[in-house]
């Protein structure tokens, strides 16, 4: 395998371990919600003050991503993600549960970027949406192998023991990464030379993208959907579908298991369309409107009678947001090389998408708890998937370029 895989492979698995630390609170929820006799309201609060921070921090994570190695950046702030989980599984009250997930917000808000500038760097252009696709197949790896294995140690040796496992797992990466990774030579690196980039007002030509903004409009209904399954699916599995803590952590695994390989096949796909002559928007845009409408599925989780019906739903539908979610990268990445801003850019998309990661465990706690059931919020997910596709349908090919 060449130098720029085993790369890509490791920012697959650090994203694999950044949504790991993310669904262990989720899988706990069930138990937290007992011990601590907190409604759902509450907790899909708590559940989605981690994007407080994490949105909030993205636009000056990506500046920062810009300026300071990813060699230094990935250990750095996985060290944090570690300390994050430790100080959860120290809590006494369900109000202590907020600050460490702002910090796990902070602390993560650099890895996207990071991710990202690190696959500009070493991938040309023609595999990029394959590189894309490995980094967001790592939220699917992540959320795959995370809750059962979550849910066994919650189970069998209490709820603080899943936040252990996962500090443990945060800081053996960092290790890792730290002495194993080493910056491209120059014949390994893909980024535009300093002379081809644009001198002046880079971000007034960021701002005044079209394709930018219809980028983020589509990620914005994407990232609501995506925290939804991330913060409610397992106790939507137990809650309205009578599964066990354990039944619901392996069912939980199996739709995320299935969006991983659908994730690597479409990042293949937009690669293989832009080969094939189409421009790399159009090859991208093929992609996102097609996962966004798969995305639908979730409506038939809602409604259908049976259980393991459901999971087939979920299982199409997170397949559709995982592999729209690998195209929305690689539409980046091809939107604002040029500018040599990649860091800077993904941060901004980064941080007006998580707006609708902050909303979706909200509104999706309040209406479960209004409602008693999860049908009204996975139906509400289901419409903003087909307004996500209008947005990402509403991209201009001929207009790839990010306007000077």
Same mark, same amino acid.
């Given at each position: ?93 369900? /109000? ?9 917000? +902070? ?67 960092? +290790? ?98 832009? &080969? ?58 091809? +939107? ?6 990649? /860091? ?34 996975? +139906? ?17 090919? &001929? ?6």
């Amino acid at each position: 395998m060449s130098r720029r895989w085993v790369v890509a492979t490791g920012v697959l698995i650090i994203t694999a371990v950044a949504y790991v630390d993310r669904v262990n609170l989720s899988v706990a929820e069930p138990v937290l919600a007992r011990e601590f006799h907190a409604s759902t309201a509450v907790l899909g609060v708590i559940l989605s003050s981690f994007t407080w921070t994490y949105t909030a921090c993205a636009i000056p994570a990506g500046l920062l991503v810009d300026r300071v190695r990813t060699r230094v950046v990935f250990p750095a702030i996985l060290g944090l993600w570690a300390v994050a989980s430790f100080l959860t599984a120290g809590v006494r009250t369900v /109000g202590g549960l907020i600050a460490p997930r702002l910090l796990l917000g +902070v602390s993560e808000s650099p890895f996207a970027p990071a991710s990202i500038r690190t696959l500009n760097t070493w991938l040309p252009q023609r595999e990029r949406g394959l590189g894309s696709s490995m980094f967001i197949s790592g939220v699917a790896l992540g959320s795959a192998v995370g809750p059962p294995g979550l849910a066994w140690l919650v189970a069998h040796h209490g709820w603080q023991s899943c936040f252990v496992a996962t500090g443990i797992l945060s800081a053996v990466i960092a +290790v890792v990464w730290a002495v194993a990774y080493r910056e491209p030579r120059p014949a390994e690196d893909h980024s535009p030379a300093p002379e081809e980039r644009p001198t002046a007002l880079p971000w007034r030509a960021l701002l005044g993208s079209r394709n930018l903004w219809f980028l983020i409009g589509g990620y914005f209904c994407l990232l609501y959907i995506l925290y939804t399954f991330v913060s409610w699916v397992p106790g939507y599995l137990v809650a309205d579908r009578g599964f066990t803590l354990l039944g619901s952590g392996v069912s939980t695994s199996i739709p995320w298991a299935v969006a991983f390989v659908a994730g690597l096949f479409g990042g293949r796909l937009s690669d293989a369309a832009l &080969r094939r002559g189409r421009a790399p928007l159009a090859a991208r845009k093929v992609v996102l409107v097609g996962g966004m409408v798969v995305a639908l599925a979730i409506v038939g989780a809602a409604l259908i009678d049976s259980a393991a019906a459901a999971i087939v739903f979920l299982a199409i539908s997170t397949s559709g947001i995982i592999v729209a979610n690998g195209a929305v990268w690689a539409a980046t990445q091809d +939107v604002v090389h040029d500018l040599g801003m990649t /860091g800077s850019a993904s941060g901004f998309v980064n941080f007006w998408g998580n707006v609708g990661g902050i909303l979706g465990p909200i509104v999706t706690g309040v209406l479960a708890t209004t409602t008693g059931t999860f049908v009204a919020p996975l +139906v509400v997910a289901g419409a903003l998937a087909l307004v996500g596709a209008a947005s990402f349908g509403a991209l201009r090919p &001929r207009d790839q370029a990010v306007a000077s």
